[in-house]
Each structure stands twice: as structure tokens, then as C-alpha cells.
């Protein structure tokens, strides 16, 4: 399995939580979803550049796409992608509804 076909995986479950708290909930404002992204990924650019120039994780050529930002290919950059959009997600859905009575 390459780690395209594992991103998938997970981003398809992300997916389906996202279209769930777009159904029941108003929207995350999309600018804080964007500015959220940007700050994962830019700390995924140098902690994950940093750990694989120390050796503390390394990739299988064969399963990789070959395409690189650093050190870091790119697959590993669908994780941030995920946290930036499950969390808000998964914040609407659990969070009280307004004006509802504890």
C-alpha cells in the first residue's frame, strides 16, 4: 500500500465528518480554517524536515510519490490537511447547540 492509498484512508473519514457538521451546523469561518492550515503546515514543513534529517523516521522509496517539500515527501503533509479540517468539524458536532438548556 503506498502512502497515497493510506491518506486516502484517513481523508475520506475526515470527508464524512466534515459533510456531517456542514449538514447539522453552520460552517467554521473560512479564513480561521485557512489560517488554521497554513500554521499546520508550515510547522509541518520544519518539525517534519527536522526529524527525518535525524534519521528519526524514514520512508520506503517504492510506496512514496517522489515528490519532496525539503526532506518530506508530500504525502506526509495530508495529515495536517486532515487535523485542519476534522478539529473544527469535530468541534461544531460536539459542541452545545446555542441557546440549548444543560
Not at 479564513?31 to 514543513?45: E, I
Not at 522509496?61 to 473544527?88: H, K, M, N, T
Request: hydrophobic share 65%; no cysteine; net charge neutral.
Amino acid at each position: 500500500m503506498t502512502y497515497w492509498a493510506l491518506d486516502a484512508v484517513f481523508l475520506a473519514a475526515v470527508v464524512v465528518v466534515a459533510l456531517v457538521a456542514l449538514a447539522v451546523r453552520r460552517p467554521p469561518r473560512p479564513l480561521a480554517l485557512a489560517a488554521g492550515l497554513a500554521v499546520l503546515l508550515l510547522l509541518t514543513v520544519v518539525f517534519d524536515n527536522v526529524m527525518i534529517g535525524v534519521g528519526l523516521v524514514a520512508y520506503d522509496p517504492a510506496r512514496i510519490s517522489g515528490v519532496f517539500v525539503g526532506a518530506a515527501p508530500l504525502e506526509d503533509f495530508a495529515y495536517a490537511v486532515a487535523a485542519a479540517v476534522l478539529l473544527p468539524s469535530l468541534w461544531a458536532l460536539l459542541s452545545p447547540r446555542r441557546g440549548s438548556q444543560g
